[in-house]
Nanobody, 122 residues
Framework: QVQLVESGGGLAQAGGSLRLSCAAS????????VGWFRQAPGKAREFVAR????????YYADFVKGRFAISRDNTKNTAYLQMNNLKPEDTAVYYC???????????????WGQGTQVTVSS
C-alpha cells in the first residue's frame, strides 16, 4: 500500500505558474505509475497527466498539453506537476494517484492523495 500527500497548491494569477508535489510513503515508489487528476466545483474528476514507473513517456489531456509537465524523482519518492500559463478554468482540486498498471493509472488508480486546491484568478 502507498500513501500519497500532495502539496504546492494555492492562488495564482492567470498566466502564472505553480508546481505541485506528490510525496509517496512507499519505499518502492518506482513500482507505481503516477497520474494527476483534477476536479472543479460541480464537475466530475478528470485525468490530467501520467508518467511511467521510471518517469518515461508522458501522456497529457489535450487541455493541458504544452502548459503542464509531469515528472518524478524516485530517489525522493516524489512526483511533480509543473503548471505554466495557468488559466481560470484550471481552478480545481488536484489529486495525485498511483497504480502498478500504466493503463489503470489513467482510468481507475488504486491509490489517491487527499488533493490540493489550485485557484487561478483572472
Amino acid at each position: 500500500q502507498v500513501q500519497l500527500v500532495e502539496s504546492g497548491g494555492g492562488l495564482a494569477q492567470a498566466g502564472g505558474s505553480l508546481r505541485l508535489s506528490c510525496a509517496a510513503s512507499e519505499g518502492t515508489f518506482s513500482n507505481y505509475a503516477v497520474g494527476w487528476f483534477r476536479q472543479a466545483p460541480g464537475k466530475a474528476r478528470e485525468f490530467v497527466a501520467r508518467t511511467t514507473w521510471s518517469g518515461g513517456p508522458k501522456y497529457y489531456a489535450d487541455f493541458v498539453k504544452g502548459r503542464f509537465a509531469i515528472s518524478r524523482d524516485n530517489t525522493k519518492n516524489t512526483a511533480y506537476l509543473q503548471m505554466n500559463n495557468l488559466k481560470p478554468e484550471d481552478t480545481a482540486v488536484y489529486y495525485c494517484a498511483a497504480d502498478p498498471s500504466l493503463v489503470k493509472v489513467t482510468t481507475a488508480p488504486l491509490y489517491w492523495g487527499q488533493g490540493t486546491q489550485v485557484t487561478v484568478s483572472s
